[in-house]
């Protein structure tokens, strides 16, 4: 039997080295004025790996290919507003590299964005103040090589009414 999914299924790319990680801007969704990794939902129509490039090509301007999957965590989250329920959200991450683009360093003039665009950032000013759980993820495969698949669960989690980012 097939039931509907409540907790979303989604890909996402980093693009990295041991010093800095290619993050969004994000304006958008429960990470909205927060760093975020390059991350779409799954489809039937396209493979994770056409997904997962086809996003990061969209949200940063690379073009990439895959080095390696990661592995798949579920993070769950504390509700964001009081009449809310607590909520999920299963992630796999891929490594990728920049096979040809332009890093998109702004938001697009001609059309409403998820986010102000894309910024190579130093792996030591990515916190948990100004970034995603799956951008802490991230930096912390770049710093160690280890990437644990334990379910993580947020005690704390708040929409930050500013962006905690340089919109430049």
Do not use: H
Request: glycine residues 6%.
């Amino acid at each position: 039997m097939i039931v509907e999914q409540v907790n979303p299924l989604l890909v996402c790319g980093i693009i990295g080295d041991e010093t800095t990680l290619i993050v969004n801007k994000c304006l958008t969704g429960p990470f909205t004025n927060r760093y975020d990794l390059a991350t779409a939902p799954v489809t039937t129509d396209t493979t994770l790996s056409e997904t997962v490039a086809r996003i990061t090509a969209i949200e940063t301007g690379l073009q990439t290919t895959i080095e390696k999957q990661l592995g798949t965590i579920r993070f769950t989250f504390p509700a964001v507003e009081a009449d809310q329920p607590r909520w999920a959200m299963i992630s796999t991450f891929y490594v990728l590299q920049p096979v040809g683009g332009q890093l998109l360093s702004e938001r697009p003039a001609f059309t409403d964005a998820v986010s102000a665009g894309a910024a190579r950032v130093p792996l030591s000013q990515l916190n948990w103040a100004n970034s995603s759980p799956l951008v802490m993820q991230a930096k912390r495969y770049l710093e160690t090589g280890a990437f644990p698949i334990a379910d993580q669960r947020i005690s704390q989690y708040a929409i930050p009414s500013t962006p905690q980012f340089s919109e430049a």
